[in-house]
């Protein structure tokens, strides 16, 4: 995986998400692990927003992050869920599924070295969860591409705002998305306090190069579930994934 969250975005993570007012993973996490026997290993726990409330319902799940700020906010809020630092091409364990939920999966570079990774850590009939987005919006247009605009704003605690801007570029034929994002703590009266950037690759898939790794790396879907189980229209933007390994 390619990318670590640090600094501002590591802080503001979870504020920016729960502003967003989207809906949560939690209850298909849930519905996946209640047919899993055996622990689970989340990849990329982040700052334990949903690795938390799944060991606080009773799941034995551990966390597998790289960032030591993302941890430090986990451990600082979920003290009972466990965390490992490290990362996911150094990990040894062998458990009965692997987690992989937020789209973490669409930071590897080699999606289909990483699916093989995973069969092999959870054996036959071993089980993964993943979801992924697809970027209608800068596919569209909807989005201006190679230009900042506007991406997150907030209040902060004691008058200081925190705003994100967003920069992208699609590379349609290779199926990526690179963004770049900037951060900016600005005072009440809009003095900028702190100022920081950050870069990523997204991979996205079309159905049928998924189907087609999926099939290779000897995987199986159990069940499809759209826009986290609150699909209403055509177009989907998240698809999440239960896989078993054959």
């Known amino acids: 995986m390619s990318h670590s969250y640090q600094g501002l975005e590591a802080e503001w993570h979870d504020l920016f998400w729960a502003a967003e007012d989207a809906p949560t993973e939690l209850p298909l996490l849930e519905k996946f692990l209640q047919q899993v026997e055996g622990p689970s290993l989340y990849l990329g726990s982040g700052s334990g927003r949903l690795l938390g409330p799944l060991v606080e319902n009773g799941h034995p799940v551990t966390g597998l992050e790289s960032s030591p700020e ?23 364990s062998k458990p009965a599924a692997v987690l992989i939920p937020g789209f973490t999966f669409q930071l590897f570079e080699n999606p289909r070295r990483e699916l093989r990774h995973i069969a092999e850590a959870v054996g036959q009939g071993g089980q993964a969860y993943l979801s992924l987005f ?50 900016t703590l600005r005072s009440a009266n809009g003095n900028i306090i702190r100022q920081e950037t950050s870069k990523q690759t997204v991979r996205f898939f079309v159905d049928a190069e998924l189907g087609r790794l999926l099939k290779q790396t ?29």
């Open 70 to 92: 993302m941890i430090a906010l986990s451990r600082a809020r979920w003290p009972e869920a466990p965390v490992k630092e490290g990362r996911w091409e150094d990990e040894k």
């Open 134 to 183: 697809f970027p209608w919006a800068e596919l569209s247009g909807d989005l201006p591409a190679a230009k900042w605009y506007p991406d997150r704003e907030l209040d902060l605690p004691g008058g200081n705002k925190a705003e994100m801007r967003t920069k992208h570029v699609i590379l349609e034929k290779k199926s990526l998305l690179k963004r770049e994002h900037e951060y």
């Open 218 to 246: 000897g995987w199986k879907v159990t069940n499809e579930i759209y826009d986290f189980g609150e699909h209403d229209g055509e177009t989907v933007y998240v698809t999440t994934l239960y896989l078993r390994q054959s």
